[in-house]
């Protein structure tokens, strides 16, 4: 066929994805797209259908650097679950959008979508861009009670900015979510050495000393 029009192509794609060649459906609308042929809902219908897990194909054009694209994808979803906004505000995060990234959280829990993962992946795009308090403002202010991977995050963009204040509040928290877990601290050992901090760096080192004793005594007492 020397011209192909949109109904063309959308046969031959609703034809390889009804017929389980799924790949060959999505090849199919990408050398579409390469050709500058504008896609309809109909096309979207068969694309989205042809791929195995919407969030994959959603990851998949964000790491071809179609940030574009995988917003068509999400879009188009009449029904969105925890998967697609994971794989959209990744994506968004990936490619430095983060305002888009944080709008996408706060729509995803206007729509009553319980979020997970989202809030280390939103601790940890804060952290990046330098907005702390906003991050801890964030974790204080989730629906759910924030783990040791969400302080963990913000304790790691603590030191890569050099906030030593919260630094300590934050491995307070983690300290109180883990007692038994003091690596945390090492972090903001290093946090103070690097800031040229000695005396702080051996208080702090003296402080873990401690409640390594209080551990020991404690496991002693159990037993």
């Given at each position: 066929?020397e011209?192909?029009?949109?109904?063309?192509?959308?046969?031959?794609?609703?034809?390889?994805?009804?017929?389980?060649?799924?790949?060959?459906?999505?090849?199919?609308?990408?050398?579409?797209?390469?050709?500058?042929?504008?896609?309809?809902?109909?096309?979207?219908v068969s694309?989205?259908s042809?791929?195995?897990?919407?969030?994959?194909?959603?990851?998949?054009?964000s790491?071809?650097?179609?940030?574009?694209?995988a917003?068509?994808?999400?879009?188009s979803?009449?029904?969105?679950?925890?998967?697609?906004y994971?794989?959209?505000?990744?994506?968004?995060?990936?490619?430095?959008?983060?305002?888009?990234?944080?709008?996408?959280?706060?729509?995803?829990?206007?729509?009553?979508?319980?979020?997970?993962?989202?809030?280390?992946?939103?601790?940890?795009?804060?952290?990046?861009?330098?907005?702390?308090?906003?991050?801890?403002?964030?974790?204080?202010?989730?629906?759910?009670?924030?783990?040791?991977?969400?302080?963990?995050?913000l304790?790691?963009?603590?030191?890569?900015?050099?906030?030593?204040?919260l630094?300590?509040?934050?491995?307070?928290?983690?300290?109180?979510?883990?007692?038994?877990?003091?690596?945390?601290?090492?972090i903001?050992?290093?946090?103070?050495?690097?800031?040229?901090?000695?005396?702080?760096?051996?208080?702090?080192?003296?402080?873990?000393?401690?409640?390594?004793?209080?551990r020991?005594?404690?496991?002693?007492?159990?037993?």
């Amino acid at each position: 066929m020397e011209v192909r029009t949109l109904v063309s192509w959308n046969a031959m794609i609703a034809s390889y994805e009804q017929n389980k060649a799924g790949g060959d459906a999505i090849q199919l609308f990408r050398e579409m797209l390469i050709e500058n042929i504008d896609f309809d809902s109909i096309t979207m219908v068969s694309v989205i259908s042809a791929c195995a897990g919407l969030g994959a194909l959603i990851d998949m054009y964000s790491k071809c650097g179609s940030i574009k694209l995988a917003t068509i994808v999400f879009n188009s979803l009449h029904h969105r679950s925890v998967v697609s906004y994971t794989s959209i505000i990744a994506a968004y995060a990936s490619h430095g959008l983060g305002k888009e990234a944080i709008m996408l959280f706060s729509k995803m829990r206007e729509e009553g979508i319980r979020p997970n993962s989202h809030c280390t992946s939103m601790v940890d795009l804060l952290g990046r861009d330098g907005k702390l308090l906003e991050a801890y403002e964030f974790i204080e202010n989730m629906p759910i009670e924030p783990d040791a991977d969400v302080w963990g995050a913000l304790l790691s963009a603590c030191r890569i900015h050099g906030n030593i204040e919260l630094a300590q509040r934050v491995a307070h928290r983690l300290y109180r979510l883990n007692p038994r877990n003091v690596s945390f601290y090492v972090i903001v050992i290093n946090i103070y050495a690097e800031a040229g901090r000695w005396e702080d760096v051996t208080r702090m080192r003296k402080l873990l000393d401690e409640m390594e004793v209080i551990r020991i005594c404690g496991q002693s007492l159990v037993r």
